[in-house]
C-alpha cells in the first residue's frame, strides 16, 4: 500500500512531516476518520500547550523561590493562589516561539525539539529525588524503593532522548545550553558548577549516541541494533549513580546567585 519493504522504517520518513493519520485517511479517501484526526490534531496542541503552561510556570516559581529570577516570580495571587507573573512570563514566551515556529512543518520541529528538551529537564528530578534523601531533607511522604523507581525513569528518559533521534536531540541539547549560558550570565550564578559537570557531559554523550547509533537513526550508524540500546541503559546507570554523588552534601543555605 506504502510501497515499502518489510523491516525498512527510513521508508516512512516522508510522512513524518504531517500527521500519518491525515495523510493516510485523505490519500485513501476514509472521510470518517479524516475528521476525527482533523478533531484531535486540533484540540491535541492547546491540551499539551495547557500542560507545558502550568508546568513551566511552576518552574519559574520554583526558581523565584530558590532565587535564581526576580522575586516577582514567586509572587502569589490572593484571589486565585496561582503565581501569576510567572504564568504571564513563562506565556508570552510561548507564544513567541510558537509564532516564530507557526508555519508548517516548522512547528513540528518545535514539538520535536521541546519534548526533546522536556526529557532532557526530567532526566535531573529522579536524582535530585535520590539526593534529598542523602541530605536527609524531611518529607512528608518518602517513596519506597525510591532510588531502583529512579534508575528506572531515569534510563526511559534516556530511551525517549535517544529515540526522539538526530537532529532532533542536538537541537534540544545546544538549545539547553545556549539557553543555560544566559541564564547563569543574567544572573550571575556563582557557585556549584562543578556538581552540574555530569549533566552536561551526559547530554553530550546522548548526542553523540544518536549520530553513531541505529535505533536513532543517525547520520553515522555504525553502532547496530541491539547494542546501541544496550549502551544508552549502561552509560544512563553510569551517568545516575555520578549523578547522585555529584549532589550537594546540604541543601545550601545562600542565594546561589549573585544579587
Do not use: C
Not at 486565585?80 to 507573573?85: E, G, L, M, R, V
Not at 529537564?121 to 518529607?139: C, D, H, S, Y
Amino acid at each position: 500500500m506504502l510501497n515499502v519493504t518489510p523491516g525498512q522504517w527510513p521508508s516512512l520518513s516522508f510522512i513524518r512531516k504531517t500527521n500519518p493519520f491525515l495523510y493516510l485517511s485523505s490519500l485513501y479517501g476514509v472521510s470518517l476518520v479524516f475528521v476525527v484526526t482533523t478533531i484531535v490534531a486540533i484540540i491535541g496542541p492547546f491540551v499539551v500547550g495547557y500542560i507545558y503552561l502550568g508546568g513551566g510556570t511552576r518552574i519559574l516559581f520554583a526558581m523565584g523561590r530558590s532565587g535564581y529570577v526576580p522575586n516577582l516570580m514567586k509572587l502569589i495571587h490572593e484571589k486565585y493562589a496561582i503565581p501569576y507573573w510567572a504564568l504571564i512570563t513563562f506565556g508570552i514566551i510561548g507564544i513567541l516561539l510558537a509564532l516564530l515556529t507557526a508555519p508548517i512543518p516548522s512547528i513540528y520541529g518545535l514539538i520535536d525539539d521541546a519534548v526533546v528538551a522536556g526529557y532532557l529537564g526530567f532526566l535531573t528530578n529522579p536524582v535530585a529525588m535520590i539526593v534529598n534523601r542523602r541530605q536527609e531533607v524531611p518529607v512528608r511522604f518518602r517513596l519506597p524503593g525510591g532510588f531502583w523507581i529512579g534508575l528506572i525513569a531515569f534510563i526511559g528518559a534516556s530511551y525517549i532522548t535517544y529515540w526522539s533521534g538526530w537532529p532532533a536531540v542536538p537541537y534540544a541539547v545546544a538549545f539547553v545550553f545556549v539557553a543555560s549560558v544566559i541564564f547563569g550570565v543574567i544572573y550571575k550564578v556563582r557557585q556549584n558548577f562543578t556538581n552540574a559537570i555530569w549533566y552536561v557531559i551526559y547530554m553530550l554523550i546522548l548526542m553523540f549516541m544518536t549520530y553513531i547509533g541505529q535505533t536513532a537513526g543517525g547520520p553515522t550508524p555504525i553502532l547496530k541494533f541491539p547494542w546501541d540500546m544496550v549502551a544508552v541503559t549502561v552509560l544512563a546507570i553510569v551517568f545516575y549513580i555520578w549523578g547522585i554523588y555529584s549532589g550537594l552534601p546540604k541543601p545550601y543555605t545562600t542565594s546561589p546567585v549573585r544579587s
